[in-house]
């Protein structure tokens, strides 16, 4: 049997950058992660970093290779009608989000774990959660056949939407949307597109040009929700997407094979309370939001950040306040995004069901958009994030 302060359950972003953040207090974590290091290293995600997100990186020395090696982006493009416009970011709210994908900020929360001799222990199995309601909580886990007990303060659930966490939680509200369609996405060795994003509306579906550096693309189109990637080969893929990106950038799109290729449903989850006793959910494992407006892995950061802050004021104080209000502090800003993702999925996916209606109404959001500094202004602010 061990004994640490906080046991985090989870060894994605959300968990070790608490872990981070946490030591960076001086409070002792440790994380246990089911799967082996390399899985978690080979998980492709998302990279869209919102300003909060990419200086909260920056302030617990998380930001070097990141400001390296990542890409400040200003604004992002919206097509429809055939042609694009620009919403520019820094110039409607003076800030920029940063392109810099989760995989590498995965690798460099790793390293500095490593680099404090951080508590890391993968190949976790059978985790379970023990006197939750009690100031002695603890995780029991298998690991290579051996039983072993963690005793703590705290436990942090951040082993998202399909981990064990969440059910140790009663009498939980959960609020759904699933989308009747996915994303087709494939990742290529080729040159981006455009120096920004594309999100694209066609009357064929939605499509997305976006980068993970300058020879690392990744791309994504609408899809049905039961397609099989077996039916999508590469020429058939590229011949798609150059049919719904606007017509003044189709001659700057570079093909090539295929190094990634995957179909991802989209879907809007959030579950109430976040917390329960001991037990404090944070990521994925209390929220999933559609990839359209890019906070997934911003809410698991903005998450972190709260409960570090009501974490730290509890060992320094004794004051319990913040973690009482953990849960309402941190779904005030997940329903935002939740909000925010929502509209742009809408905005920009093609509905079976709305018919040539619903197809006007984008079109008259996209013209009102394009037309307005104000609406553009909302979007900035937030797309680039909402104040933490």
């Known amino acids: 049997m061990t004994r640490t302060q906080v046991a985090i359950v989870g060894g994605g972003p959300a968990g070790t950058l608490l872990s ?8 002792e974590s440790v994380v246990l992660e089911r799967r082996s290091k390399e899985y978690v290293l080979g998980r492709i995600r998302a990279g869209v970093l919102e300003q909060g997100s990419a200086d909260t990186l920056r302030q617990y020395g998380l930001g070097g ?6 890409h400040a982006h200003d604004g992002v493009y919206l097509g429809f009608r055939g042609g694009r416009f620009r919403v520019d970011f820094k110039e409607l ?18 390293d500095a774990r490593d680099a404090a001799g951080g508590a890391v222990i993968d190949e976790a199995e059978d985790v379970r959660l023990v006197d939750l309601e009690t100031e002695r909580p603890s995780v029991t886990y298998t690991r290579h056949g051996e039983r072993h007990r963690l005793e703590c303060d705290f436990v942090a659930g951040c082993d998202g939407s399909h981990g064990v966490s ?8 959960a609020f759904e949307r699933e989308y009747p369609f996915g994303w087709l996405g494939i990742l290529s060795e080729t040159p981006p ?9 066609h009357p064929r579906g939605f499509a ?12 994504y189109v609408q ?20 049919t719904r990106i606007p017509g003044d950038v189709r001659g700057s799109l570079v093909t090539g094979p295929s190094i990634e290729k995957s179909i991802t449903p989209l879907r809007s989850f959030v579950v109430e309370p976040l917390s329960h006793g001991r037990l404090f959910l944070a990521g994925d494992a209390g929220h999933i939001v559609p990839p359209t407006g890019a906070k997934g892995l911003n809410l698991a950061i903005s998450d972190v950040v709260y409960l570090t802050r009501a974490l730290v004021a509890y060992y320094e104080t004794g004051s319990a306040e913040g973690l009482a209000a953990y849960s309402d502090t941190a779904l005030a800003r997940v329903w935002k995004a939740v909000r925010f993702s929502w509209w742009m ?13 619903g197809s006007r109404v984008q079109e008259a959001e996209l013209d009102y958009l394009a037309g307005s500094r104000a609406a553009r202004t909302a979007m900035a602010e937030n797309y680039i994030g909402l104040p933490l």
């Open 193 to 201: 597109i455009a120096e920004e994003l594309i999100y694209s509306n």
């Open 20 to 27: 981070h953040l946490l030591h960076w207090h001086g409070i």
């Open 65 to 70: 290779r990141m400001d390296r090696e990542g």
């Open 93 to 110: 709210t003076g800030s920029s989000v940063m392109i810099y994908g989760q995989t590498e900020v995965q690798k460099d929360l790793y």
């Open 208 to 219: 997305l040009c976006s980068m993970r550096n300058p020879q690392l693309s990744r791309y």
């Open 345 to 357: 999925t809408t905005l920009m996916h093609r509905f079976g069901d709305d018919g040539p209606f």
């Open 166 to 173: 969440r059910p140790y939680i009663p009498d939980q509200r």
């Open 223 to 242: 899809c049905d929700v039961d397609a099989d990637v077996s039916d999508w080969p590469d020429d058939r893929f590229w011949e798609e997407l150059s």
